[in-house]
């Protein structure tokens, strides 16, 4: 199975199956145009949005990042994500997730996971939020250079806190990491949001993305600080 048919797959299984649910959602679009002694062009965006009833909780996002440097692409990549939750009680639930991510910029040419399993709701006041999951699942790899494969078994873990400063403004930080035999996924995004009206804010995010299993030469972590506009839908 490609690349192509692992995310068509993604998307028809996080947003065909409830569609017929009432979604909302939340956008990010950042970008750097430079003219001059150097030429550069960058475009950063990111798109999430939820679908909740008294049971069920859907969500799906994208996002991608793309860099231009004096002609030549620097950065490129994207992602598409989802996840279902089954509400057990005010706080535990049960949840399956996929995610898919292409970078050119890595020795992987994509990694494919799915998981499931166990969450909760440490916090759930009005200001603060600090949400956590574990579970297990199974990853699709393949190498860039020798268009390899690998399967392997994973551990998946997630942590969401969100914390609201003040009426207009809130900070948050997700971590994620998905660790198998072959590699260790490690990504954390960190920010914050200052609301200009109900349906627009300007927000500032510092993201961190690293893999313990790479060649020589290539370097282990990317990092990336991008200034957005956040629009509500």
Known sequence: MN??????????LTVAAPAH?????????GGVLARGNTETETLAGKLDMTSETDRWKHMAGFSVLHTVN??????????LRGESQYKLTERSYLFGALRY?????TDYDYQFTASGGYGYRF?????????????????????RLSS???????????L?????????????????????????YLQNIAGIEVSMTDALALGLSYEVRHNTDVLPGTKKTDQVLTANLVFGF
Do not use: C, P
């Open 3 to 12: 690349r192509m048919t692992w995310a068509a797959a993604l998307l028809a």
């Open 148 to 158: 390899e494969t690998q399967d392997d078994m994973i551990v998946r873990g997630a």
């Open 21 to 29: 649910a009432d979604w909302e959602g939340k956008g990010e679009l």
């Open 123 to 143: 916090i759930d006041g009005e200001a603060t939020k600090l949400d956590g999951k574990i579970g297990l699942g199974y990853r699709r790899s393949e190498l």
């Open 160 to 184: 969401d806190f969100s914390h609201q400063l003040t009426d207009t403004t809130r900070i948050y930080d997700k971590f994620l990491v998905e660790a198998g035999s072959d590699n260790t």
């Open 101 to 105: 991510e292409d970078d050119r910029f």
């Open 70 to 79: 004096d002609g030549i692409t620097s950065a490129d990549r994207y992602e």
